[in-house]
């Protein structure tokens, strides 16, 4: 009996120190804001997160025409606003029919990255600015990928949808990025 009590408790003890060790989040080496989903997350989860993505890329465009002196940041920025104010009151109309509440906060590590932008200016904000889009532009385009395997089928038809803008800019977000990144 107390052979068994000790087994027990030995693989009480393993499981413990098992799953604390596997709990330990990565560290990042990129500039993303994206982290690895370690549970399931429900499509309305999935949107949402989507959703603050674009967010996140319609602020800092908006900051960016304020905060830039550069015509092609100018430039770009107001094309990705137009294009992502649109798609921001898209992705409301359908949040709305599919009954999924949107959360219009960004998180906290969002709102920093946005404060410590606007702390910047001249060219050492429009290369921390070209960084930084590229970096959620990329986080948008993936967890838009996986918004497009939702499980609800509407969802995922949307998602499938609205792909094409998002890819398209996030082509066009790297071309942007690499030639600011260049720029002396």
């Known amino acids: 009996m107390k052979k068994i009590i000790i087994g027990f408790a030995a693989v009480a003890v393993c499981l413990t120190i098992f799953s604390q060790m ?30 603050s993505y674009l967010i996140i890329n319609e602020q800092s465009a908006t900051n960016a025409l304020t905060n830039s002196t550069s015509q092609e940041v100018q430039a770009y920025s107001k094309d990705l606003k137009a294009d992502y104010g649109t798609l ?37 904000y429009d290369k ?10 990329t986080d948008l385009s993936n967890s838009l990928t996986k918004l497009s395997n939702a499980s609800d089928p509407e969802i995922k038809k949307w998602a499938t949808e609205i792909s094409p803008l998002i890819n398209s800019y996030s082509s066009k977000t790297k071309d942007f990025s ?7």
Not at 26 to 42: E, H, L, P, R
């Open 128 to 137: 921390q600015y070209a960084k930084t889009v590229d970096a959620t532009q």
């Open 88 to 124: 921001r009151e898209e992705f409301r109309k359908f949040a709305k029919q599919r009954n999924i509440t949107l959360n219009e906060d960004l998180t906290t590590e969002m709102n920093s990255m946005n404060t410590d932008l606007t702390k910047l200016s001249g060219r050492d």
């Open 22 to 51: 596997s709990c330990k989040p990565a560290q990042s080496t990129t500039k993303s804001i994206s982290k690895t989903d370690s549970v399931s997350m429900t499509d309305a989860e999935l949107y949402n997160k989507t959703y």
């Open 178 to 184: 690499d030639k600011i990144s260049q720029i002396e």
